[in-house]
Nanobody
Framework: QVQLVESGGGSVQTGGSLRLSCVAS????????LGWFRQAPGKERERVAG???????TYGDSVKGRFTISRDNANNIVYLEMNSLKPEDTAIYYC???????????????WGQGTQVTVSS
């Protein structure tokens, strides 16, 4: 089992920045990959970023060049730094954990409770 607790959501204007944090605990093998998904109203969950222990980050096309994922392995925290935010980034953001970094949200077993990000124009 893995537990994930997110923080850092909020409201910003277009062009602003936010940083999300997620503290992970539980089975280390099941959280080798940590990542972020998001879900906007009426839309399917979308992959934002993923980072495998000791690996390189990967990003969804819509956030490349604006978002950065990083890990503090000593403290079991994964971050999502979001810059140049746009109204279309408005969504609930979920921290996820799994043995591997999957593209499909259905392959991830462990999810945080979600944190709301709202970007106004």
């Amino acid at each position: 089992q893995v537990q994930l607790v997110e923080s850092g959501g909020g409201s910003v204007q277009t062009g602003g920045s936010l940083r999300l944090s997620c503290v992970a605990s539980g089975d280390p093998d099941s959280r080798k990959c940590l990542g972020w998904f998001r879900q906007a109203p009426g839309k399917e969950r979308e992959r934002v970023a993923g980072l495998y222990t000791g690996g390189r980050p990967t990003y969804g096309d819509s956030v490349k060049g604006r978002f950065t994922i990083s890990r503090d392995n000593a403290n079991n925290i994964v971050y999502l730094e979001m810059n140049s935010l746009k109204p279309e980034d408005t969504a609930i953001y979920y921290c996820v954990a799994e043995r591997f970094c999957y593209l499909d949200f259905r392959s991830w077993r462990y999810w945080g409770q979600g944190t709301q990000v709202t970007v106004s124009s």
